[in-house]
């Protein structure tokens, strides 16, 4: 048998830290490993018990979600931990700063539950979890922010084909869409990915969003 995808749940209101543990405790393949309600408890439990996903709230005491996201998964973490940002707080500055952070997805709080325990399945598998609606409201709205001042550089290392593969997924699209768009297999939309990441040295679809919009490759 499959180990279960271990889960830390960090959330500052006991309610819903007890009701998302609760959900995510009831299925066969996941296991909640700890429980915690501010920041610093999230790194210092993080740090002893390894889990494959941290869920983690943004706005708590002692240390908000977006600073612990970044000591668990931000840029120089030698062994980083996979963050879902999970928060009431939908496309306001706090999402962007998540995704800077280092988190590999976000989801409302009044998200379906099947899509909270998809959400942390996506993120355990070292998949990007980001709406296509967020990314298209999020990159709009911060899109001046993202963009270099000076402009975009020339020398990115991508194909005709892959660069055209990355604009689709900044617009928001997901696999299904993007093999839809281009008339190829999804398979193949794969395997783009994967080269778009490898190449610019990213770690999933979230940070590619980001690189495109600081790129100037999307507008």
Not at 118 to 123: D, K
Not at 165 to 189: C, F, H, K, M, Y
């Amino acid at each position: 048998m499959t180990a279960p995808i271990r889960v830390l749940v960090c959330d500052d209101q006991i309610l819903i830290r007890t009701g998302l543990a609760t959900i995510i405790g009831a299925q066969p393949d996941l296991e909640v490993a700890g429980e915690c309600g501010d920041g610093r408890t999230a790194v210092e439990l993080a740090g002893r018990l390894r889990p494959d996903v941290v869920v983690m709230d943004i706005r708590m005491p002692v240390l908000d979600g977006i600073e612990a996201t970044r000591l668990l998964a931000g840029a120089g973490v030698q062994q980083p931990v996979k963050v879902l940002v999970v928060t009431t707080f939908n496309l306001d500055e706090y999402v962007y700063e998540a995704l800077r952070a280092g988190a590999s997805g976000f989801l409302l709080k009044d998200a379906p539950p099947t899509q909270l325990l998809q959400g942390i399945r996506t993120v355990a598998m070292g998949a990007a979890l980001l709406d296509p609606e967020v990314t298209r409201q999020l990159v709009g709205k911060y899109a001046t922010r993202i963009r270099p001042a000076a402009g975009a550089p020339h020398d990115i290392p991508l194909t005709p084909r892959e660069l055209e593969v990355l604009r689709l997924i900044a617009d928001g699209l997901s696999n299904s869409e993007i093999a839809a768009a281009l008339v190829i297999s999804r398979e193949t939309v794969k395997t783009f990915v994967s080269r778009i990441l490898t190449k610019l040295g990213l770690r999933d679809r979230v940070q590619a969003v980001v690189y495109a919009y600081r790129q100037g490759l999307v507008t």
